[in-house]
């Protein structure tokens, strides 16, 4: 096996294993941290495979911008809950 299957190989399953803790974790934060690995590991495939346009855009939206929103959404609505809770 060469080197860049290997490396494929590897990437496939960093985006899959993120996949799958994205998903069946309780908190939200780690999520969309995980995600965003998920995410950055699809812009190194693409990378790889000569997609460089898609690579740089999927690192930059999909990796940086998405998942620093997803971040701060979270933490306002947990800061919100907090305000709502403590006026009741």
Do not use: K, W
Request: proline residues 0%; charged residues 10%.
């Amino acid at each position: 096996m060469s080197v860049l299957a290997f490396t494929a190989i590897v990437l496939a399953c960093v985006m899959i294993g993120g996949a799958l803790v994205a998903v069946l974790s309780e908190s939200l934060v780690l999520a969309a941290v995980v995600l965003g690995l998920s995410s950055a590991a699809l812009a190194a495939l693409l990378f790889m495979f000569g997609a460089s346009y898609a690579g740089a855009f999927e690192l930059s939206v999909g990796t940086g911008l998405i998942s620093v929103l997803f971040i701060i959404v979270i933490s306002l609505t947990e800061s919100r809950m907090r305000e709502d809770h403590d006026a009741a």
